[in-house]
T-cell receptor
Framework: DVKVTQSSRYLVKRTGEKVFLECVQDMDHENMFWYRQDPGLGLRLIYFSYDVKMKEKGDIPEGYSVSREKKERFSLILESASTNQTSMYLC???????????????FGEGSWLTVV | GQQLNQSPQSMFIQEGEDVSMNCTSSSIFNTWLWYKQDPGEGPVLLIALYKAGELTSNGRLTAQFGITRKDSFLNISASIPSDVGIYFCAGQDYTGNQFYFGTGTSLTVIP
């Protein structure tokens, strides 16, 4: 079975704290993604990575950074958490495209982050 | 990034009724995907569509990849209470690296 595992399901952090959200996939996928999901706004892409040590900004990268040191692991970092980063964060992975069809994106269970 | 137009936004139906929802985009996609998300959980893949015109079933669920490659629909037949949740579509662009998502259809099934 396909598996994307997010290390923390529920976190409560204080404003200004550094926050790490970890994600591991077991499908040997090249591409990994971090999204945030807010009511009425749908899924918004924060960052994605198409290879180890590679990263690309998504639609809302401000206030976030990422790290991909190993193929199976993609970390999202909030350098200084703020209350407007309270949200559900979803990690996902997929195999690469380059014109190849038949690719699917798989999601983790989600991490609920509350910043107080 | 592009957001797909998904309708309806919400549905309230009686148990046993059929449900239909659809997604449209302004771009051509190579893949259409349908997910269900339960409250507090991550999205779970229901159906994947890879060819224009393709019709695929998964139990009581049926989805089709539109001929124009700019739309897809999902049908649920004979709904049951556990069908409650948010359903959303996703499309993959020609590069195969990016995915775009609908805003979701919230389904409530009344026993």
């Amino acid at each position: 079975d396909v598996k994307v595992t997010q290390s923390s399901r529920y976190l409560v952090k204080r404003t200004g704290e550094k926050v790490f959200l970890e994600c591991v996939q077991d499908m040997d996928h090249e591409n990994m993604f971090w999204y945030r999901q807010d009511p009425g706004l749908g899924l918004r892409l924060i960052y994605f990575s198409y290879d180890v040590k590679m990263k690309e900004k998504g639609d809302i990268p401000e206030g976030y950074s990422v790290s991909r040191e190993k193929k199976e692991r993609f970390s999202l970092i909030l350098e200084s958490a703020s209350t407007n980063q309270t949200s559900m964060y979803l990690c996902a992975s997929s195999s690469p495209g380059q014109g190849r069809i038949g690719n699917t994106i798989y999601f983790g269970e989600g991490s609920w982050l509350t910043v107080v | 990034g592009q957001q797909l137009n998904q309708s309806p936004q919400s549905m309230f139906i009686q148990e046993g009724e059929d449900v239909s929802m659809n997604c449209t985009s302004s771009s051509i996609f190579n893949t259409w995907l349908w997910y269900k998300q339960d409250p507090g959980e991550g999205p779970v893949l229901l159906i994947a569509l890879y060819k224009a015109g393709e019709l695929t079933s998964n139990g009581r669920l049926t989805a089709q990849f539109g001929i124009t490659r700019k739309d897809s629909f999902l049908n649920i037949s004979a709904s049951i209470p556990s069908d409650v949740g948010i359903y959303f579509c996703a499309g993959q662009d020609y590069t195969g690296n990016q995915f775009y998502f609908g805003t979701g259809t919230s389904l409530t099934v009344i026993p």
